[in-house]
């Protein structure tokens, strides 16, 4: 079995490559849930759902956000009653936000209600959220507005200054216990190429979580999510920044470095496995990790299940 940290783009990618090696059944993924945000009355887990979606088969893969082929006629009358709907949510995927939101009232915890949606949708891979308790990453600007990262990310399209990131209720956090043994019994761990700051981050920074990577780091396998000096997407580059973290794949290894045993560069970072080496202490491989198309996604799977 394996068991991925994820966060909603870069590590569903590699999943898709994991799909075609390996039965369903013996892919975990622990997802990020400190994207999760309150909004128009309703609970949306956007990593979460990111996952759900991925393994029902319905995630739209052009932007993998969201249902493909899904309208939004209840965003669009929303509007027209006066919502400021910066946050585009489909036609069914409301319905999933409405069923999270229920089940949340009638007392379920997320995990719980993670794996009714999973069964729901016929989903033989088993999906965590990394707390069962609300957590949340918030961004504090250079104007000192304390936002939500959708809300920067989303609705001001991260061209605000960012004067400090922190996450909300982190130290109340309940990690799901299933989680924690997903990792324990796991072949490999894979921390996967999402962005370091508020995706990946938010999951090792849980006490819980991070006391067991550090107990199983001789199974944790790292990928890089940035190719040189540039990231692969999204806004890792400005929350790094803001972080006071440089803009490099040594950076990531130094972030991750106690956590896992192998790191894996791009094929075009060959000449910094020895300088990683060097100061992580880290096995460093390279190998293509720009997932263009679920080919090369295979490959690495293949590479990484074969290596034992």
């Known amino acids: 079995m394996i068991t991925f940290l994820s966060g909603g783009t870069g590590?569903?990618?590699?999943?898709?490559?994991?799909?075609?090696?390996?039965?369903?059944?013996?892919?975990?993924?622990?997802?990020?849930?400190?994207?999760?945000i309150w909004i128009y009355g309703l609970y949306v887990s956007p990593d979460i759902d990111t996952i759900i979606y991925l393994l029902s088969n319905i995630l739209d893969t052009e932007r993998?956000?969201?249902?493909?082929?899904?309208?939004?006629?209840?965003?669009?009358?929303?509007?027209?009653?006066?919502?400021?709907?910066?946050?585009?949510?489909?036609?069914?995927d409301l319905a999933t936000?409405?069923?999270?939101?229920?089940?949340?009232?009638?007392?379920?915890?997320?995990?719980?209600?993670?794996?009714?949606?999973?069964?729901?949708?016929?989903?033989?891979?088993r999906i965590f959220p990394s707390s069962d308790t609300h957590i949340e990453t918030r961004i504090i600007t250079n104007k000192g507005e304390d936002i939500h990262f959708q809300e920067f990310w989303v609705k001001q399209k991260g061209e605000v200054e960012i004067d400090k990131i922190y996450i909300k209720n982190l130290n109340e956090a309940e990690?799901?216990?299933?989680?924690?043994?997903s990792i324990d019994q796991s072949d490999k761990i894979i921390i996967g190429p999402s962005n370091p700051i508020t995706s990946i981050g938010p999951i090792i920074k849980l006490m819980p979580i991070e006391k067991r990577l550090r107990k199983n780091k001789e199974r944790i396998i790292?990928?890089?999510?940035?190719?040189?000096?540039?990231?692969?997407?999204?806004?890792?580059?400005?929350?790094?920044?803001?972080e006071g973290y440089a803009i490099s794949t040594l950076e990531i290894a130094k972030m991750?470095?106690?956590?896992?045993?192998?790191?894996?560069?791009?094929?075009?970072?060959?000449?910094?496995?020895?300088?990683?080496?060097?100061?992580?202490n880290l096995t460093v491989l390279s190998e293509n990790i720009l997932f263009k198309d679920n080919?090369?996604?295979?490959n690495l799977a293949s590479m990484i299940i074969n290596r034992g």
Not at 64 to 92: A, P
Not at 97 to 123: A, C, N, V, W, Y
Not at 258 to 277: A, M, Y
Request: aromatic share 8%; charged share 30%; proline share 4%.
């Open 11 to 36: 590590t569903p990618k590699l999943i898709q490559g994991f799909r075609k090696i390996l039965d369903e059944n013996q892919i975990s993924i622990i997802a990020n849930s400190a994207d999760d």
């Open 64 to 92: 993998f956000w969201g249902i493909k082929n899904d309208t939004f006629n209840t965003l669009k009358h929303l509007n027209n009653l006066g919502y400021d709907t910066w946050f585009n949510i489909g036609d069914r």
């Open 97 to 125: 936000h409405i069923f999270r939101t229920d089940q949340i009232r009638k007392g379920k915890k997320l995990s719980e209600i993670t794996d009714i949606l999973r069964k729901k949708l016929q989903i033989d891979s």
């Open 175 to 181: 990690v799901p216990e299933v989680a924690l043994k």
């Open 222 to 242: 790292a990928i890089s999510p940035i190719i040189g000096k540039n990231p692969v997407s999204g806004p890792t580059a400005k929350l790094m920044k803001s």
């Open 256 to 280: 991750y470095q106690d956590l896992c045993d192998v790191f894996i560069v791009h094929s075009t970072d060959k000449d910094l496995i020895k300088p990683i080496e060097k100061q992580t």
């Open 295 to 298: 080919i090369i996604a295979k």
